[in-house]
């Protein structure tokens, strides 16, 4: 299975941006790229997911490199409550299963 | 909004004693999944379920069974609870799209501890 390369913690200012990169070289070209967030003892979240192209949504955007070996999460500005783990993870579509890593720790200051 | 609800946040059990979780989904979801995590080993598939009455196996089916008798519930049975079952288990669910890949939606989580 393809793996996913993140860094382990991360540290952002309150109301800046974040952008969480993830590195996929060996990505196949039939795989999707999720982010998924896990707060504080709670389950994990949906974030998005893209193919190809980059994509918006409410939450945040994804930035997908053009070889799609790396992708980059961005949240435009960064609150208190968007502090948890994030995770890239690559689904080739099976309908089975989502690998999850060990993701970024992302920290928000005040 | 997406629904999933999981029987019990925190369950204490005694070894060998024979566990329920349940998890319920409300929005007519065909996949459905457990998982457990455990630190440093992030999340594992136990098993998942495309549609009533169907199963796979995970990566770590042994100890565990699962029951899906009706659409919006998925049933993890651990047969005979060991120490090494002591984790956070988390439900998921799912559509089963023409589309190539899907998100999944989680549930609270139970953690469970076997003493």
């Known amino acids: 299975d393809a793996k996913t390369t993140q860094p382990n913690s991360m540290e952002s200012n309150e109301e800046e941006p974040v952008h969480l990169p993830c590195n996929h070289s060996?990505?196949?070209?039939?795989?999707?790229i999720h982010w998924y967030r896990q707060l504080p003892s709670q389950g994990p979240e949906y974030v998005i997911h893209g193919l190809t192209s980059n994509v918006n949504n409410r939450m945040a955007s994804l930035a997908i490199a053009e070889d799609r070996k790396s992708s980059t999460l961005i949240l435009h500005r960064a609150t208190l409550r968007d502090a948890a783990v994030y995770y890239c993870?690559?689904?080739?579509?099976?309908?089975?299963?989502?690998?999850f890593g060990s993701g970024t720790q992302l920290t928000v200051l005040p | 909004d997406v629904k999933v609800t999981q029987s019990s946040r925190y369950l204490v059990k005694r070894t060998g004693e024979k566990v329920f979780l349940e998890c319920v989904q409300d929005m007519d979801h065909e996949n459905m999944f457990w998982y457990r995590q455990d630190p440093g080993l992030g999340l594992r598939l136990i098993y998942f379920?495309?549609?009533?009455?169907?199963?796979e196996k995970g990566d770590i089916p042994e100890g565990y069974s699962v029951s899906r008798e009706k659409k919006e519930r998925f049933s993890l049975i651990l047969e005979s609870a060991s120490t090494n079952q002591t984790s956070m288990y988390l439900c998921?669910?799912?559509?089963?799209?023409?589309?190539?890949?899907?998100?999944?939606?989680f549930g609270p989580g139970t953690r469970l501890t076997v003493t």
């Open positions: 060996t990505i196949s070209g039939t795989d999707y």
């Open positions: 993870i690559l689904d080739s579509g099976s309908a089975r299963q989502l690998t």
């Open positions: 998921a669910s799912s559509l089963m799209t023409s589309a190539s890949s899907y998100e999944q939606y």
């Open positions: 379920s495309y549609d009533v009455k169907m199963k």
